[in-house]
């Protein structure tokens, strides 16, 4: 299998942008959350969005996730959530699995090794926007 480098090099170059601190108009994890998330967690993560009323479990408070978790926000188990990919689900299984919708997306584009590195920033960015809505 021959490895492209132009792609990987992309993609890795991105990382930095998805996964790193941002101006509060240009946060790559909000973004990411407004897009994947916010329908049923709501814009601030209370549980509230406009989808939550008909799904058939109750939607977390994403605020309190540290509050829950003796004051440490759980960052790896938010990612695996996320992610969906490692077995761990979120609530009850309506979630949907964005690590293979982001790699879905990203695959016939860039390839399927840097389409890796592409969902593993995107789902990084949005776990630092959730610890960042952390009361």
């Known amino acids: 299998m021959r490895v492209h480098s ?4 992309a993609a890795l170059a991105a990382l930095p942008l998805l996964a ?10 909000k973004a990411e959350y407004m897009n994947a998330c916010a329908a049923c967690h709501g814009a601030n993560g209370v549980g509230d969005g406009p989808l939550a009323e008909l799904m ?12 829950a978790n003796d004051g440490a926000f759980p960052m790896l188990s938010v ?18 699995v964005w690590g293979d919708r982001f790699k879905a997306e990203a695959t016939a584009e860039i390839g399927e090794y840097a389409a890796e590195l592409m969902v593993r920033g995107r789902v990084l960015s ?3 926007f959730v610890e960042s809505l952390q009361q």
């Open 79 to 96: 990612i695996q959530v996320i992610d969906g990919r490692t077995g761990i689900r979120g609530h009850g299984y309506p979630m949907p």
């Open 126 to 128: 949005i776990a630092y």
């Open 56 to 67: 058939t479990v109750p939607m977390p408070n994403l605020t309190q996730l540290s509050a």
């Open 20 to 29: 790193g601190a941002a101006t509060a108009q240009d946060d790559p994890g």
């Open 6 to 9: 132009k792609p990987i090099a």
